[in-house]
Nanobody
Framework: QVQLVESGGGLVQAGGSLRLSCVASVSISSFTAMGWYRQAPGKQRELVARITSNSGTNYLDSVTGRFTISRDNAKNTVYLQMNSLQPEDTAVYYC?????????WGQGTQVTVSS
């Protein structure tokens, strides 16, 4: 069973930074890609950043240049460094991966950016 546990969320002022972590219960090397999604109240969940097994990355346009996704295979951990945070980044952030059987999601971590 794959479990994903996020941490690192919190309350920060606009312009501040946070680093989210996602620890997997299994080796992340076995997954094609790992991703961070977010969901704000009343909005659909959206992909924020994705990193492949060979460390290729892609980002939501609105976070490009501010957020950086990275992975540490030895620690089975994926990170999301978020800089220059804005109130519109406020959301619950979820870690995600998948295999041929299903998608896997963490429980989410709240990020709140005050203006």
């Amino acid at each position: 069973q794959v479990q994903l546990v996020e941490s690192g969320g919190g309350l920060v002022q606009a312009g501040g930074s946070l680093r989210l972590s996602c620890v997997a219960s299994v080796s992340i090397s076995s997954f094609t890609a790992m991703g961070w999604y977010r969901q704000a109240p009343g909005k659909q969940r959206e992909l924020v950043a994705r990193i492949t097994s060979n460390s290729g990355t892609n980002y939501l346009d609105s976070v490009t240049g501010r957020f950086t996704i990275s992975r540490d295979n030895a620690k089975n951990t994926v990170y999301l460094q978020m800089n220059s945070l804005q109130p519109e980044d406020t959301a619950v952030y979820y870690c995600n991966t998948h295999n041929i059987f299903r998608d896997y999601w963490g429980q989410g971590t709240q990020v709140t950016v005050s203006s």
